[in-house]
């Protein structure tokens, strides 16, 4: 589990791809706190450290998981936002980011706002659709593994804005308008339409 607080701004060192997936070589700070088998959010993407060394860490991504989020436009150099697993111990400070993306996001639209930065996202059709019915405003949303609080939400989508911590610390202060992210909505709001659905709406208990 994590909170969507980014640890570091990574770098991607190197990318292989076959056909089964990709292995992502990147470079970090956070190395010297990860072991192998270890968890580490990687745009949002819950991945697991296969080998740590040299400042860097290699993980796996199957098909399934470039499929359903950006990962797979990862280029060498390419920054990226990273959160090792929340300890037992730790502040819960953002909100719970479990790293299984619902889908991803393009970014239409990009302005500013006293000192903060407003990202305009609609929602791209595919595994992500229907998202929105998750959303709603002051709740939380992790994009690309950043937990924001949404400002506005949109038939098509919805916007964020961020502060100059967000910017300066996340992948996000160099994002462009028409740049591809992903997109997990709060677990609980999940949780509350399975329990409506499947008890009928009437607030029943569960036997």
Request: net charge negative; with cysteine; proline share 2%.
């Amino acid at each position: 589990m994590f909170t969507g607080l980014i640890g570091d701004l990574g770098s991607v060192r190197g990318v292989e791809r076959d056909s089964n997936g990709a292995t992502l070589e990147i470079s970090t700070l956070l190395a010297g706190e990860l072991g192998e088998g270890d968890s580490v959010a990687v745009n949002g993407v819950c991945l697991t450290a296969t080998s740590v060394r040299d400042g860097s860490f290699r993980a796996q991504a199957m098909a399934e998981t470039l499929r359903r989020s950006s990962l797979e436009n990862l280029l060498p150099g390419s920054p990226v936002n990273l959160e090792l697993a929340l300890r037992a111990d730790g502040r819960l400070g953002g909100h719970i980011v479990q790293g299984h993306v619902d889908g991803t996001g393009r970014i239409e639209g990009i302005r500013e706002e006293g000192f903060s930065r407003v990202l305009d996202i609609d929602i791209e059709a595919g595994p992500g659709e229907g998202l929105a019915r998750y959303l709603v405003e002051k709740g939380s949303v992790a994009v690309d593994g950043v937990s924001l609080t949404v400002s506005e939400v949109r038939d098509e989508g919805f916007s964020v804005s961020l502060i100059p911590e967000t910017l300066a610390r996340t992948s996000l202060g160099g994002a462009q308008v028409g740049d591809r992210v992903n997109l997990e909505a709060d677990v609980l709001a999940k949780h509350v339409e399975r329990l409506m659905v499947t008890h009928g709406g009437a607030g029943r208990r569960p036997r």
